[in-house]
């Protein structure tokens, strides 16, 4: 059986999806990484407070393709859009980041 879910809804349960994650959010003076743990160097999201710019992991865009049957573009778009959603702030360009390990990523306090 197929179910037409509209692009809306769709946006709510991958909003709910991303919301269970339970993110931990690091918030430095220019800087919100997007955590695991507390203890993680490298964060799955990087938001840049002064540009609004949302740096996101391969991978986290990858496991919402696969889970909801979109392309990685979508993915992306969507999950910029929910950091705007969360943070309450513009996210004004998303883009994926290949290597978990990349300086794009890693925490750092400043």
């Known amino acids: 059986m197929k179910y037409l879910i ?3 809804k769709l946006e709510k349960v991958i909003f709910r999806y991303l919301d269970s994650l339970n993110f931990i959010q690091i918030e430095t003076s220019s800087n919100i990484f997007f955590v695991n743990s507390e203890d ?5 999201i990087r938001y840049h ?3 609004g710019w949302c740096h996101i992991y391969l991978n986290l865009i990858e496991d919402i393709s696969v889970l909801f049957s979109l392309n990685d573009t979508t993915s ?3 999950i910029g859009k929910w950091v705007e959603h969360t943070l309450q702030n513009e996210v004004t360009y ?3 980041v290949v290597f978990s390990k990349s ?3 890693r925490v750092h306090f400043n």
Request: hydrophobic share 30%; proline share 0%.
């Open 6 to 8: 509209t692009e809306s």
């Open 103 to 105: 300086a794009n990523l």
């Open 94 to 96: 998303a883009q994926w």
């Open 49 to 51: 407070k002064k540009n």
């Open 76 to 78: 992306k778009d969507i």
């Open 40 to 44: 993680d160097e490298h964060a799955q």
